[in-house]
């Protein structure tokens, strides 16, 4: 009975020292999930609507058909799309300098998603409110006050069912509206695509890509920057680009 009853008692004190650390694992998982919830939302196209009368949006939707996959449809309940892993990010450096045909901090004002032509792809094009130009080599000069169009590729699509299929090239972030960032940006033509960027909130630096996995962390290059103070940020970028123009005129 004695034996019975200790056993009893080392029971009940294991349960008890267990469950904090149930608490503790479950509390973590939370606040990532909050910390996550609500970042990072693609731009909502729905089914079936055509841009066939708007010929600059077709000269556009043509970049991102994809005609060996086949036209966009609805998967089963349940079966979610899974990001397209390309591995995109390989030598691309933490800050694409070089990279960029322009280099500004703007505000996204609008995002909005589109099919391609032939209904096989996907792509998002974010309205950038520019603050300050850091860099511009195009043709036409860009001002502060303009608003430019950036692309990149993924989106999200609302079927007539009301279920909502998401596609995404894996570790890349979304632009959301009425948030502030640095953009890396590559002249497409008339608009430009989304190299990559840094949000500015709140004084402090966050990658736009990279910031996907389990864990919450940043895995990526770009995690160099994260957290750190946007006028050490911005000063350390001004000055590299600086750099980088002069190594060019040389």
Same mark, same amino acid.
């Given at each position: 009975? +004695?034996?019975?009853?200790?056993?009893?008692?080392?029971?009940?004190? !294991? !349960?008890?020292?267990?469950?904090?650390?149930?608490?503790?694992?479950?509390?973590? !998982?939370?606040?990532?999930?909050?910390?996550?919830?609500?970042? =990072?939302?693609?731009?909502?196209?729905?089914?079936?609507?055509?841009?066939?009368?708007?010929?600059? *949006?077709?000269?556009?939707? #043509? *970049?991102?058909?994809?005609?060996?996959?086949?036209?966009?449809?609805?998967?089963?309940?349940?079966?979610?799309? +899974?990001?397209?892993?390309?591995?995109?990010?390989?030598?691309?450096?933490?800050?694409? @300098?070089?990279?960029?045909?322009?280099?500004?901090? &703007?505000?996204?004002?609008?995002?909005?998603?589109? %099919?391609?032509?032939?209904?096989? &792809? @996907?792509?998002?094009?974010?309205?950038? *409110?520019?603050?300050?130009? +850091?860099? =511009?080599?195009?043709?036409? !000069?860009?001002?502060?006050?303009?608003?430019?169009?950036?692309?990149?590729?993924?989106?999200?699509?609302?079927?007539?069912?009301?279920?909502?299929?998401?596609? $995404?090239?894996? *570790?890349?972030?979304?632009?959301?509206?009425?948030? #502030?960032?640095?953009?890396? %940006?590559?002249?497409?033509?008339?608009?430009? =695509? @989304?190299?990559?960027?840094?949000? +500015?909130?709140? &004084?402090?630096? #966050?990658?736009? =890509?990279?910031?996907?996995?389990?864990?919450?962390?940043?895995?990526?290059?770009?995690?160099?920057?994260?957290?750190?103070?946007?006028?050490?940020? %911005?000063?350390?970028?001004?000055?590299?680009?600086?750099?980088?123009?002069?190594?060019? $005129?040389?």
């Amino acid at each position: 009975m +004695l034996i019975k009853r200790k056993f009893l008692g080392l029971l009940l004190l !294991t !349960t008890l020292l267990a469950v904090p650390m149930v608490l503790l694992s479950r509390s973590k !998982t939370e606040a990532i999930g909050q910390r996550n919830k609500g970042a =990072d939302q693609e731009p909502i196209v729905e089914y079936g609507i055509s841009q066939a009368n708007d010929v600059k *949006r077709q000269a556009k939707g #043509r *970049r991102y058909d994809k005609p060996k996959n086949g036209p966009i449809s609805e998967l089963p309940p349940g079966v979610e799309e +899974l990001p397209l892993n390309s591995h995109w990010w390989q030598g691309i450096p933490v800050l694409p @300098i070089s990279e960029s045909t322009t280099i500004v901090v &703007g505000d996204v004002v609008d995002g909005k998603a589109y %099919l391609s032509n032939d209904g096989s &792809g @996907i792509y998002s094009e974010f309205a950038v *409110r520019v603050e300050q130009v +850091l860099k =511009d080599t195009n043709p036409i !000069t860009l001002n502060p006050g303009e608003t430019i169009a950036a692309e990149r590729m993924g989106g999200a699509v609302r079927f007539p069912s009301g279920k909502v299929q998401r596609y $995404r090239i894996s *570790r890349q972030g979304m632009p959301q509206v009425n948030e #502030r960032y640095v953009f890396f %940006l590559k002249c497409n033509g008339e608009d430009h =695509d @989304i190299i990559t960027g840094y949000q +500015l909130k709140d &004084g402090k630096v #966050r990658p736009l =890509d990279g910031s996907d996995t389990s864990d919450g962390e940043n895995g990526l290059q770009f995690g160099k920057y994260d957290g750190i103070a946007e006028y050490s940020f %911005l000063s350390e970028l001004q000055e590299a680009i600086y750099s980088s123009l002069r190594k060019e $005129r040389k």
